[in-house]
């Protein structure tokens, strides 16, 4: 279990965010402590890519808290918080078409050391080797959600923003990448993980915080999930 | 076997090759500043308009290192690039930079505006008949090839054009950088998300395109005079270049501009009348065809 005493590695205070006029979060706070899977759930257009991309500093402007490490990060530009050591899986992966699967998985530049060797990548997702030459874009869509993952734990990284990575995938390999979530969790990486399923969120994460209208309106333990059904299927309207 | 091609054509053996070969010559100049051309677009999404002003200033770089400085032409072939290319940095970063968000034409106003005003400050320093450039005493004379009579220097302009065109492509192609270029020019947010200076690799690229088109410049310094306008009459054609090989396609730069000098070389000898305009009857029918370009994505 991951310690959630001590200091947060990602504490985001009364974030607000703009995407040019429209004002999409109004105060977001959320904590994520080294070690945790924690989980951002909430209905179509709640907020959570737009949580993560300001995260990332990928939307027009923001405003408020985000300290990573205990450093304050949102006056930075996108390329520094990575150096910082955050990594960012996007919705629609953004594999990129004009690089074969090989150039896809070296393009993030490594940021930390610690990052999983090139073996160990391979070892976790055999059919990258295979497909190694093969452009980007012709891998399955669960090759190509692997790849999206795979290619930012070689950075060293610390920190893994992932965008519903199960979205549209057959059930068998939504199981693998749960397997896979439980896995770097074990290696120590830590884990935002954005979801709408949250059967599938149970099986991986310490905690989720619910979204709704650009905001966090609450946040339930895995272990008391199966007593807030009620609640949970309220806010997302299942 | 001369007398068989002649026999067969109707056409006298040298004249043939001799045309072929000046299309050829054109071609690599085509070739390179499309090349240029591609590369800056696919990263920018700016067409450049300054690009034949900058092929200008890269002969008049060559000029001024000689005329001035005593530096020959090989010392123009590196320090030229180099220095034109610099001014295209601080031009990107003072005007070029602040237009990404806006709509293209914004784009191309300024890079033609910039082109104007450069082509025009030359002009009243420099005068408009034009400077002698001497070919390099290692590359003056003539090979017999047998059937014709080949100017070394201009041999040497096809090859190093070729060299130059094949370095751009390999890189882009086949390194890491290129990777970080052909990554940036589908989806740049994104690869400044994983830790990249995207920023300063727009300068940088877009300092790299210039450089090209200044290589261009010295390369054809011997060959033309050195004048103002040397670049506003070669843009026409490289940018119907452009439109036939397709925007942004480095591969179909490199291609189209080698072969269209060919084939405007060998209208030259077969249909001498429609030798100024072919590239323009071709880029009529390509936009008809394949609007996107014969080596563009529709
Ligand atoms: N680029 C954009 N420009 C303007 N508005 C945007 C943009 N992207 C998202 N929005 C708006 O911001 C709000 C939140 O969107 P966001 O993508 O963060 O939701 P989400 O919770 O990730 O939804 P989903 O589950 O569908 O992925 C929505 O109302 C959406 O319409
Ligand atoms: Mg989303």
Known sequence: ?238 | MLETIEGLIGVPAPLLFGQLLLGLINGAFYAMLSLGLAVIFGLLNIINFTHGAQFMMGAFVAWMLLAWAGLGYWWAMLLSPLIVGFSGIILEKVFISRLYKLDHLYGLLLTLGLGLIIEGVFRNEFGSSGLPYRIPAELSGAWDLGFMFMPIYRGWVVVAALFFCIATWLIIEKTRLGAYLRAATERAELVQAFGINVPRMITLTYGAGVALAAVAGVLAAPIYSVNPQMGSNLIIVVFAVVVIGGMGSILGSIVTGFGLGIVEGLTKVFWPEASATVIFVIMAIVLLARPAGLFGKA
């Open chain 1, 1 to 238: 279990m991951a310690d959630t005493t001590g200091k947060p590695l990602l504490e985001v205070k009364d974030l607000e965010a703009w995407y040019g006029e429209s004002h999409i979060l109004h105060g977001v706070g959320i904590e994520v402590h080294p070690g945790e899977v924690v989980t951002l759930l909430g209905r179509n257009g709640a907020g959570k890519t737009t949580t993560l991309r300001a995260i990332m500093g990928l939307v027009g402007r923001r405003r408020g808290s985000i300290k990573y490490n205990d450093r304050e990060t949102i006056g930075l530009r996108s390329d520094l918080i990575a150096r910082a050591g955050i990594a960012y899986c996007p919705e629609e992966r953004g594999i990129f078409a004009s690089l074969n699967v090989t150039e896809n998985l070296m393009l993030p530049p490594t940021v930390a050391p610690g990052g999983l060797g090139i073996d160990e990548i391979y070892k976790l997702f055999p059919n990258l080797k295979e497909r190694a030459n093969s452009q980007g874009t012709k891998l399955s869509g669960g090759e190509q959600q692997m790849l999206a993952i795979a290619r930012i734990l070689r950075t060293g990284a610390k920190l893994l923003l992932l965008d519903e990575p199960t979205e549209g995938l057959a059930p068998v390999i939504v199981q693998q990448i749960g397997a896979m979530i439980r896995e770097i969790k074990a290696r120590g990486f830590t884990v935002l993980l954005v979801e709408q399923n949250f059967r599938f969120a149970q099986t991986v994460a310490d905690r989720h915080y619910v979204m709704e209208h650009g905001r966090v309106v609450d946040m339930v333990g895995n272990d008391e999930l199966l007593t807030s059904l009620d609640r949970l299927h309220q806010y997302l309207g299942v």
